[in-house]
């Protein structure tokens, strides 16, 4: 997104993420410094399983963790739930709660999260996103940006 920024839009930015989208628009405007005027975020993931934050879970979490962390990294495990949400019918009830109203949910759309489920290496990505337990969240960039975050 830096890198998008930078070499094509080439001026000043403000930045919104949804989701996980939130903590990569916090790292961009990182990265971005006196080019990003301000970040908005919306419903910013908070990567719970993330080892970060697990002093702010409760205890049975950090029993529970290793366990799942361990069928997580199993590759027939993170195929089986990919396979599972990278279905129209699942993405369309994804979409429901991101849109209540159903307004903005059309076939356009479903198409356009649904076709990528379909390249080759996707389940892989996936996997590897699942994954992340020692990664950048939230918190680790509030603190370093002095530009306004909404």
Known sequence: MADFCQQVVQGPVLLVGNSIGGVVALRAAQLLEQHCQGVVLIDCAQRL???K???SQSGWMAWILPLLKTLVSQRWLSTALFRNAARPRVIRSVLGQA????????DALLDLLFKPTQQPGAAEAFRGFINLFDDHVAPDFLGDLTLPVL
């Open 49 to 51: 399983m993330d080892d």
């Open 53 to 55: 934050q697990l002093a």
């Open 99 to 106: 849109y209540p109203s159903g307004a903005n949910v059309d």
